[in-house]
Protein backbone atom coordinates (compact mmCIF):
# COMPACT_ATOMS: atom_id res chain seq x y z
CA UNK A 1 0.00 0.00 0.00
CA UNK A 2 1.04 3.22 -0.72
CA UNK A 3 0.68 6.32 1.43
CA UNK A 4 1.65 10.04 0.57
CA UNK A 5 1.49 12.35 3.57
CA UNK A 6 1.95 16.12 2.65
CA UNK A 7 3.25 18.98 5.07
CA UNK A 8 4.61 22.83 4.92
CA UNK A 9 0.74 24.41 4.40
CA UNK A 10 0.04 27.42 6.57
CA UNK A 11 -1.41 30.93 6.74
CA UNK A 12 1.19 33.53 4.55
CA UNK A 13 0.96 37.43 3.83
CA UNK A 14 0.81 38.29 -0.06
CA UNK A 15 4.43 38.39 -1.31
CA UNK A 16 5.42 35.35 1.23
CA UNK A 17 6.78 32.26 0.54
CA UNK A 18 6.09 28.11 1.73
CA UNK A 19 7.85 25.17 0.82
CA UNK A 20 5.50 21.72 0.66
CA UNK A 21 6.58 18.70 1.03
CA UNK A 22 5.28 15.05 0.30
CA UNK A 23 6.51 11.64 1.29
CA UNK A 24 5.57 8.53 -0.17
CA UNK A 25 5.85 5.40 1.72
CA UNK A 26 4.92 1.49 1.17
CA UNK A 27 6.51 -1.16 -1.27
CA UNK A 28 7.77 1.58 -3.98
CA UNK A 29 9.69 0.64 -6.57
CA UNK A 30 9.78 3.62 -9.15
CA UNK A 31 8.21 6.73 -8.95
CA UNK A 32 7.40 7.52 -12.61
CA UNK A 33 5.54 10.87 -12.00
CA UNK A 34 5.28 13.48 -9.44
CA UNK A 35 2.72 16.58 -9.46
CA UNK A 36 0.92 19.23 -7.37
CA UNK A 37 -2.52 20.46 -7.94
CA UNK A 38 -4.75 22.86 -5.81
CA UNK A 39 -8.27 23.28 -5.48
CA UNK A 40 -9.43 26.54 -4.36
CA UNK A 41 -13.71 26.66 -2.61
CA UNK A 42 -16.30 26.12 -5.48
CA UNK A 43 -13.34 25.44 -7.89
CA UNK A 44 -12.04 22.63 -10.15
CA UNK A 45 -8.96 20.47 -8.81
CA UNK A 46 -5.95 22.38 -11.26
CA UNK A 47 -2.82 21.14 -12.26
CA UNK A 48 0.10 23.23 -10.52
CA UNK A 49 3.42 21.83 -11.10
CA UNK A 50 4.86 18.43 -12.48
CA UNK A 51 8.36 16.67 -12.23
CA UNK A 52 9.48 13.65 -14.48
CA UNK A 53 11.68 11.16 -13.38
CA UNK A 54 14.93 12.82 -15.31
CA UNK A 55 13.69 15.78 -13.70
CA UNK A 56 11.49 17.75 -15.97
CA UNK A 57 9.80 20.09 -15.29
CA UNK A 58 6.46 21.86 -16.42
CA UNK A 59 4.16 24.78 -15.03
CA UNK A 60 0.53 26.29 -14.56
CA UNK A 61 1.21 29.87 -16.60
CA UNK A 62 -0.32 31.37 -13.59
CA UNK A 63 2.78 30.40 -10.82
CA UNK A 64 5.52 30.38 -13.66
CA UNK A 65 8.57 32.07 -12.25
CA UNK A 66 7.08 32.20 -8.82
CA UNK A 67 6.85 28.39 -7.77
CA UNK A 68 9.60 25.76 -8.25
CA UNK A 69 8.74 22.02 -8.22
CA UNK A 70 11.64 19.19 -7.40
CA UNK A 71 11.86 15.91 -6.22
CA UNK A 72 14.28 14.03 -4.01
CA UNK A 73 14.35 10.17 -5.52
CA UNK A 74 16.13 8.92 -2.34
CA UNK A 75 13.68 9.97 -0.32
CA UNK A 76 10.52 9.52 -2.37
CA UNK A 77 9.42 13.08 -2.19
CA UNK A 78 8.82 15.82 -4.03
CA UNK A 79 8.32 19.66 -3.17
CA UNK A 80 6.87 22.66 -4.22
CA UNK A 81 8.53 26.06 -3.26
CA UNK A 82 6.06 28.88 -3.21
CA UNK A 83 7.24 32.56 -3.56
CA UNK A 84 5.58 35.61 -4.54
CA UNK A 85 2.42 34.32 -2.74
CA UNK A 86 -0.85 36.11 -3.68
CA UNK A 87 -4.32 36.51 -2.28
CA UNK A 88 -5.48 34.00 -5.00
CA UNK A 89 -2.80 31.30 -4.61
CA UNK A 90 -5.29 30.19 -1.77
CA UNK A 91 -5.98 26.61 -1.83
CA UNK A 92 -6.09 23.53 -0.74
CA UNK A 93 -2.51 21.52 -2.42
CA UNK A 94 -2.65 18.12 -3.63
CA UNK A 95 0.25 15.88 -4.36
CA UNK A 96 0.15 13.21 -6.90
CA UNK A 97 2.58 10.10 -7.14
CA UNK A 98 2.63 7.79 -10.53
CA UNK A 99 3.75 4.49 -9.33
CA UNK A 100 3.57 1.89 -11.86
CA UNK A 101 0.45 2.36 -13.66
CA UNK A 102 -1.49 3.55 -10.58
CA UNK A 103 -1.81 7.24 -9.48
CA UNK A 104 -1.71 7.81 -5.47
CA UNK A 105 -2.84 11.20 -3.78
CA UNK A 106 -2.08 12.66 -1.23
CA UNK A 107 -4.47 14.13 1.90
CA UNK A 108 -4.12 17.73 0.80
CA UNK A 109 -2.88 20.52 2.71
CA UNK A 110 -4.47 24.19 3.23
CA UNK A 111 -2.67 27.02 2.22
CA UNK A 112 -3.76 30.57 2.66
CA UNK A 113 -3.19 33.52 1.64
CA UNK A 114 -3.98 36.92 3.26
CA UNK A 115 -3.32 40.33 5.50
Known amino acids: QVQLVESGGGLVQPGGSLRLSCAASGSIFNIYFMAWYRQAPGKQRDLVATVTTDGGTNYADSVKGRFTISRDNAKKTTYLQMNSLKPEDTAVYYC?????????WGQGTQVTVSS
Open 96 to 104: KMRVGWTDY
